[in-house]
């Protein structure tokens, strides 16, 4: 290899650090791949426990063994010095020259372009719709269930946003799997596994991360401005894998909740497969990109 250290003179900066963006931020640090993310004030991310996002509200937050830490832009070398991954409250990206990045993910997983463009690095690459290779970045990022989900794509853009979350299906009573059986068809609850906010107002919880809640339970409540209160109640029974923090100003529609059907708790605390599918697509992206700018014998021993 081209030296004992090839990353040491590089920094990645991943714009969000909601569960997705986190999936590739844990992949590249524990590959020795310096890391900053940044973040908004109020974080909006659900799945708050395997969010760096997280940082933002505790000042620190741990995720399978990676510390990541709320910081100033002044304070990204000390941060990375420690072994930790420092998250900068910096929505408009205002620190960027300060920080001066060699690449960019755009990990907002917002389905539109919210600004990055192929000068925001070195190498650029975004996750999700919204963004064409070549155009708006250098690789896309898929992040649709099914046989493409984590693949780099240089030239293109990912599937389009179907507006359906990814599929959870419960197995039928005294079996393991979700494949049906002498109890029944599998229930796919899909549709309902999502939770919205009713109203405009703040969200408060009745119940935490990774407990289980039967079907028809309180696990929250919306109050509104007006002081009126809206009772939320589990769609069906299994363990709460994600609650909006209490701070966020909600809109209707707001995503607030996510309830897993499989029923273990572990699940709630542990970086999804889609996550780390995703968190791949990055890390391939980005080695793709380094050693094949690097020298001759570098790229031909790697075959790039």
């Known amino acids: 290899m081209k030296d004992e250290h090839p990353f040491e003179d590089l920094l990645v900066l991943i714009k969000g650090a909601g569960d997705l963006a986190t999936g590739a931020a844990w992949r590249l640090h524990r590959c020795g791949i310096p890391?900053?993310?940044t973040e908004l004030p109020r974080p909006l991310t659900v799945?708050?426990?395997?969010?760096?996002?997280q940082a933002v509200y505790d000042e620190e937050h741990e995720v399978e063994d990676v510390t990541a830490r709320k910081?100033?832009?002044a304070d990204v070398p000390d941060?990375?010095?420690a072994g930790e991954i420092p998250v900068v409250v910096d929505p408009e990206m205002e620190a960027i020259d300060e920080l001066a990045p060699s690449v960019v993910v755009d990990a907002v997983v917002a389905k539109v372009n919210t600004g990055t463009t192929l000068a925001s690095a070195a190498f650029v690459a975004a996750l999700g719709p919204g963004f064409e290779a070549g155009v708006d970045c250098h690789a896309v990022i898929e992040t649709n269930r099914g046989p493409n989900l984590g693949r780099a794509i240089w030239e293109g853009g990912a599937e389009a946003d179907t507006g359906t979350p990814g599929a959870i299906r419960t197995p039928p009573a005294g079996r393991e799997s979700a494949e049906g059986g002498d109890g029944g068809?599998?229930?796919?609850?899909?549709?309902a596994r999502v939770l919205r906010a009713p109203a405009a107002g703040r969200f408060r919880a009745?119940?935490?991360i990774g407990d289980r809640v039967e079907?028809?339970?309180p696990y929250g409540a919306v109050v509104q401005p007006s002081g009126e209160k809206t009772t939320l109640l589990a769609p069906f029974s299994g363990v709460l894998r994600g609650l909006i923090h209490e701070s966020v100003l909600l809109e209707p529609g707001r995503k607030i909740g996510d309830i897993d059907p499989r029923g273990e708790p572990a699940h709630a605390f542990r970086i999804s497969d889609k996550s780390l599918a995703v968190g791949g697509g990055v890390l391939e992206a980005f080695l793709h990109w380094h050693f094949g700018r690097s020298d001759d014998?570098?790229?031909?021993?790697?075959g790039f």
């Open 35 to 37: 890391v900053v993310m």
């Open 47 to 53: 799945r708050r426990a395997v969010a760096f996002a």
């Open 71 to 73: 910081a100033l832009a």
């Open 79 to 81: 941060v990375l010095d």
């Open 185 to 191: 068809p599998a229930e796919d609850l899909t549709a």
């Open 206 to 208: 009745l119940a935490c």
């Open 215 to 217: 079907a028809g339970a």
């Open 297 to 302: 014998s570098v790229t031909e021993e790697l």
